[in-house]
């Protein structure tokens, strides 16, 4: 069945350095991928999307690519600051189904 | 800025006992969707609604949990009995529905914490 992985957490960082956090999909067909994010304590806010091959999904800094060669959705950001402390999870929804699948999700903790 | 709106923020009770939880999506939109999170976890569907119908509950175990969406509206989420594995994060998630319409947006959640 359809799955997503995400690299473990959690995954420090001091202010100002750059972030990667690293996402794959198994999935049939062409899924659309997301990228959520969960800060303490609230539910689930979308950061950034992209619905096919190539797109580039961005959004408040950051950015990833649909690499469907790789089955891959690579979250990145430039310069992380102490407010983007969170859990961020990867998500693929099916064009048949509309139902979301999540990674189990990479804390992020960024020191000043 | 429309947002999911879902009710009790936090819930403790014990096991065996009845508990409901509440979301009101946003308006206007067609597909409301129940989440759990466990602690540690990414969420997991446990039943999507197109407007009152019930188009997916393949992971709600009906034998204690149950929803309805009587008005195509808001939505109730039930447990009788709760057990102590039913402590998590049920989040409420909506979005306009059809085809291209991806983007899901949730509300911020219902703790539950069963003793």
């Not at chain 1, 992985?5 to 899924?31: D, H, K, R, W």
């Not at chain 2, 034998?63 to 109730?76: C, M, P, Y």
Request: one cysteine or more; glycine letters at 8%.
């Amino acid at each position: 069945g359809d799955s997503v992985t995400q690299m473990e957490g959690p995954v420090t960082l001091s202010e100002e350095a750059f972030l990667t956090i690293n996402c794959t999909y198994t999935a049939t067909g062409y899924p659309s991928l997301f990228w959520y994010v969960q800060y303490p304590g609230e539910g689930l806010q979308l950061l950034l999307k992209a619905t096919k091959a190539d797109d580039k999904g961005s959004n408040k800094g950051f950015e990833a690519t649909y690499r469907k060669e790789t089955t891959s959705f690579h979250l990145e950001k430039g310069s992380v600051q102490v407010s983007d402390s969170a859990v961020y999870f990867c998500a693929l929804i099916r064009d048949s189904s509309y139902k979301l699948i999540f990674g189990s999700g990479t804390r992020l903790l960024v020191r000043p | 800025e429309a947002e999911v709106a879902q009710s009790p923020r936090y819930k403790i009770t014990e096991k065996s006992q009845a508990v409901a939880f509440w979301c009101d999506p946003i308006s206007g939109h067609a597909t409301l969707y129940w989440y759990r999170q466990i602690l540690g976890q990414g969420p997991e569907l446990l039943v999507q609604f197109q407007d009152e119908s019930v188009v997916d509950d393949s992971q709600l175990p009906k034998d204690r949990f149950s929803a309805e969406r009587l008005k195509g509206v808001d939505s109730t989420l039930k447990i009788q009995p709760a057990e102590l594995g039913d402590s998590a994060m049920y989040l409420c998630a909506s979005s306009s529905g059809g085809r291209g319409a991806y983007e899901q947006y949730f509300g911020p959640g219902t703790r539950l914490t069963v003793t």
